[in-house]
């Protein structure tokens, strides 16, 4: 685990505004990460941040397609996630936002931090990147 994990939720909101700030004022003219660095980069990895709801999450992104989060400190669900050709990032969870099936393009905004921005622009999140499932996700979001 890094230092940043455990920085306040105040810290990481900063944190958080500052990247999607910046990236609005250039207007946001980066490219999404292709398909198969994202692959590599999410699989049998952990993605950690704060969503747009001001929740703090961690996602293990299981190499056979399954998902296992937590936010809000102890609100477990399971899911599955898949990357489309066209470099979309889709996710869909048991019980968080009702069963939808939600897509994202992902954005290196350098300095260990990325951005998911959902197709229809509903769901923006900035979170680094952990390798393996360092807090036992696949374990608890079953208990």
């Known amino acids: 685990m890094t230092t940043a994990e455990y920085l306040h939720p105040v810290a990481w909101r900063a944190l958080t505004c500052g990247a999607l700030l910046s990236a609005a004022t250039t207007g946001f003219a980066q490219q999404p990460i292709p398909a198969t660095d994202m692959q590599q980069r999410l699989s049998d990895h952990t993605t950690f941040g704060i969503a747009e709801n001001g929740y703090r999450f961690h996602i293990y992104h299981r190499a056979d397609g399954k998902t296992f989060g937590e936010s809000r400190e102890r609100y477990y669900d399971v899911g599955t996630w898949t990357i489309a050709d066209d ?57």
């Open 87 to 143: 470099g979309k990032y889709c996710r869909q969870w048991s019980k968080w936002r009702d069963g939808t099936r939600d897509c994202f393009q992902m954005y290196d905004l350098g300095q260990g931090k990325y951005r998911f921005l959902s197709v229809d622009r509903k769901y923006d999140s900035t979170f680094q990147i952990l390798e393996g499932d360092p807090h036992g996700l696949q374990v608890k979001a079953r208990e």
